[in-house]
């Protein structure tokens, strides 16, 4: 077994929405790693799983319960989780005492919010590993992923896209921008990168222009890493864009091959710097 699995005798699955705890799920039960989930996602998606136990945001009590009883000392984040909507959420004791961290890390963006439980679990002498841990293959390393290769002009919008992301301290929510012809034409928001992409949808241009998704300045690298799969291409295509840029071994590519493909069929690019 591989060193990074030896010290592992239980593991916490802390998991949100999206593809990406799946694949975890797989590699873990692969490994034939002990785990159990807590499952923080919004319709209960690992409600089947044995060992999944869905919670609310709001009942720290239980979830340090359910680590503690079953001895588990790591956790590894994945899937986005959602800013808690304080008329419904349920609440325990310890919840009531550590909500109020919460809604103000909410304020900062749904990242803040799991960096405010990662303290809250420390304190609780559980640490936090990161969410790659057991499957490095779906993070890229540099270099071109694709036949098509950025242009002369293509690297002016992506230099342009880098240097807006590094400005943007304010805006700690933000993962990525959209730059064409050295012109910002939008910035991550709240809403995500989909709502940004679909302000960008133009018929004057066709393959022009470039989605660069970085982590956020400061950013917790265990936590959030930039996310991109086969729809965040589609979605590129449709807003008449080029190609994307990820940094070096700090994102999360799913769907691989079908990327793969889809930007080669597409005279697309993956560029990753």
């Given at each position: 077994?591989?060193?990074l699995?030896?010290?592992?005798k239980m593991?916490?699955?802390?998991f949100?929405e999206t ?7 797989k590699?873990v039960?692969k490994k ?6 807590i499952d ?22 239980k ?11 790591k ?5 986005k989780?959602?800013k808690?909507?304080l ?15 919460i809604i103000?890390?909410s ?13 809250i ?6 640490k936090?590993?990161?969410s790659?841990?057991f499957n490095p293959e779906l993070s890229l ?6 036949k098509i290769k950025?242009n002369?002009?293509d ?6 896209a880098?240097?807006t992301?590094?400005k943007l301290g304010?805006?700690?929510f933000?993962?990525?921008?959209v730059?064409?012809n050295?012109?910002?034409i939008?910035?991550e928001r ?8 679909q302000?960008?949808?133009?018929s004057?241009f ?11 300045i ?7 890493l930039?996310?991109?799969?086969l729809?965040?291409l589609?979605?590129c295509?449709k807003a ?6 990820l940094?070096?071994?700090?994102n999360v590519f799913?769907?691989?091959?079908k990327?793969i493909n889809f930007t080669?069929k ?5 560029a990753?710097?």
């Amino acid at each position: 077994m591989h060193t990074l699995f030896k010290g592992i005798k239980m593991i916490g699955l802390i998991f949100g929405e999206t593809d990406f705890p799946k694949e975890i799920l797989k590699k873990v039960k692969k490994k034939k790693i002990k785990y159990l989930i807590i499952d923080l996602s919004r319709l209960k998606i690992f409600k089947k799983d044995k060992k999944s136990y869905p919670v609310s945001i709001g009942q720290f009590g239980k979830i340090i319960n359910i680590l503690k009883e079953n001895n588990c000392k790591k956790v590894l984040f994945a899937g986005k989780v959602f800013k808690p909507n304080l008329s419904k959420v349920k609440l325990d004791l310890k919840g009531i005492y550590y909500i109020p961290r919460i809604i103000k890390a909410s304020k900062l963006g749904d990242a803040a919010i799991l960096n405010e439980i990662i303290k809250i679990l420390s304190q609780q002498s559980i640490k936090t590993i990161s969410s790659i841990s057991f499957n490095p293959e779906l993070s890229l390393k540099k270099g071109n992923y694709s036949k098509i290769k950025p242009n002369k002009e293509d690297q002016k919008d992506i230099i342009k896209a880098i240097k807006t992301l590094s400005k943007l301290g304010k805006y700690n929510f933000s993962q990525g921008t959209v730059v064409r012809n050295k012109k910002v034409i939008a910035i991550e928001r709240k809403g995500g990168t989909e709502k940004m992409l679909q302000k960008c949808k133009t018929s004057k241009f066709k393959s022009s222009g470039v989605l660069v998704k970085f982590p956020k300045i400061k950013q917790d690298l265990r936590v959030d890493l930039p996310t991109v799969g086969l729809k965040t291409l589609k979605q590129c295509k449709k807003a008449g864009l080029k190609g994307i840029v990820l940094k070096n071994k700090c994102n999360v590519f799913l769907e691989k091959n079908k990327c793969i493909n889809f930007t080669n069929k597409n005279k697309m690019f993956i560029a990753v710097k």
